[in-house]
């Protein structure tokens, strides 16, 4: 019997060590607080100033890295998290409620991207043209939706080929 015991326990200790650095590394959003946009503050995929730019922002605290990772436009955090090949752990994700926020210069307003609602599709432009709007509630998105055009996802239903970056210089009108 000591031999068996000794072979569980040796089996579950890189179980217990991973959940112990998980509960380490800060596990829930609810624990991270989002960080707001200031003047210097730069997209991290393209090095944009998010301050210059109209539509939702983003931001992504991934386990182990004090400051978040800062994203110009909600389309390329999808574009970042949505990839097979991203496997940083995540400690949170933050969008704007453009329910709330002035479209035009996006300020504050951040809830958890996970509890979202997004509009994909519509004729309002974000950073890198076409975006994906974010709101809090579904049905502030519905409204957006139905004046603006396109339609209303829970976070999860959004899928990567919906976070196509493919094209947005064509629509920056400040490069």
């Known amino acids: ?9 040796a089996g579950t200790a890189p179980l217990a060590t991973l959940l112990a650095c998980s ?3 800060g596990g829930s959003a609810a624990s991270v607080t989002p960080a707001e946009i200031d003047p210097a503050t730069t997209c991290d995929l393209d090095g944009m100033l998010l301050a210059d730019y109209p539509g939702p922002k ?14 110009c436009d909600t389309t390329e955090m999808f574009a970042q998290l949505l990839r097979p090949e991203q496997v940083r ?16 210069n996006p300020l504050g307003h951040w809830i958890d991207a996970r509890t979202g609602f997004y509009v994909v599709g519509s004729r309002r432009h974000g950073s890198m043209g ?5 709101f809090a509630v579904r049905e502030a998105a519905e409204g957006f939706a139905k004046e603006f055009g396109g339609r209303t996802l829970a976070y999860a239903e959004v899928k990567p080929e919906m976070a196509d970056l493919r094209g947005g210089a064509q629509h920056d009108q400040r490069m």
């Open 58 to 71: 983003a931001q992504v605290h991934y386990a182990g890295v004090a400051a978040p990772v800062f994203f």
């Open 1 to 9: 019997m000591k031999r068996r015991h000794l072979l569980i326990a």
């Open 130 to 134: 076409p975006t994906i709007a974010s």
């Open 89 to 104: 752990p995540v400690r949170a994700a933050f969008v704007q409620d453009m329910a709330k926020a002035d479209w035009s």
């Open 23 to 25: 509960a380490e590394s």
